[in-house]
């Protein structure tokens, strides 16, 4: 089993709806998760980050976290086309220093 | 601009040369990774840098590959006598001391031919 695991998709939501985006963790000491934009050819982007279990809003994006089914989520809302890109989950597992990635979730938001 | 800065942007070589890339990490992260990324795969880890320590390097790291931190700043990676395999982004990331948040790099995009 893969440490990090997100489905590869892709997913395709219309414009201005919700796009939901999960990730599994397999190490219950996992600490910190993050969630990273990355456009075709580009390099990764932080969004989003979250250590507590709950939500976090940023604007149009939810982070949630559950850390008793391990598995985090990323919403976002009245998605647009500019959103289509590749959605990295990645986490801090257990007595480590370093964020473990998964292979990403591509989303395409149509028109 | 403060960001990550890696350079080359991009490399062709041939089969068996040498390959050394650059990261300048933003001011006063004491973190620095190296990722390597492949089409349609999450960054892969190599090696990590606290300061100018290297504390951890992923076991999938074979000996051509090394890379230094000298003075807790830029660090440097180096391929030698590259593979077709090796072919892939090499992503530098760093971040500020007592957060766990990591930004990264534009990377480097290596072809071997």
């Known amino acids: 089993q893969k440490e990090v695991e997100q489905n590869s998709g892709p997913l395709s939501v219309p414009e201005g709806a919700i796009a939901s985006l999960n990730c599994t963790y397999s190490?219950?000491?996992?600490?910190?998760f993050f969630w990273y934009r990355q456009y075709s050819g580009k390099s990764p982007e932080l969004i989003m980050f979250?250590?507590?279990?709950g939500d976090k809003e940023d604007g149009r994006f939810t982070a949630q976290l559950n850390k008793a089914s391990q598995y985090v989520s990323l919403l976002i809302r009245d998605s647009q086309p500019s959103d289509s890109a590749t959605y990295l989950c990645?986490?801090?597992?257990?007595?480590?220093?370093?964020?473990?990635f998964g292979r990403g979730t591509s989303l395409i938001v149509h028109p | 601009d403060t960001g990550v800065s890696q350079d080359p942007r991009h490399k062709i070589t041939k089969r068996g040369q040498n390959v050394t890339f650059r990261c300048d990490p933003i001011?006063?992260?004491?973190?620095l990774y190296w990722y390597r990324q492949t089409l349609g795969q999450g960054p892969e880890f190599l090696t990590y840098?606290?300061?100018?320590?290297?504390?951890?390097k992923s076991r999938l790291l074979s000996d051509r590959f090394s890379a230094e931190r000298p003075k807790g700043s830029f660090s440097t990676l180096e391929i030698q006598r590259t593979e077709q395999g090796d072919s892939a982004m090499y992503l530098c990331?760093?971040?500020?001391?007592?957060?766990?948040?990591?930004?990264f790099g534009q990377g480097t995009r290596l072809t071997v031919v």
């Open positions: 990331a760093s971040g500020p001391k007592g957060y766990t948040e990591a930004f």
């Open positions: 190490d219950r000491g996992s600490q910190s």
């Open positions: 979250i250590y507590s279990n």
């Open positions: 990645a986490a801090i597992l257990g007595g480590s220093y370093i964020p473990t």
């Open positions: 001011s006063e992260h004491n973190r």
């Open positions: 840098f606290q300061n100018e320590a290297q504390l951890e």
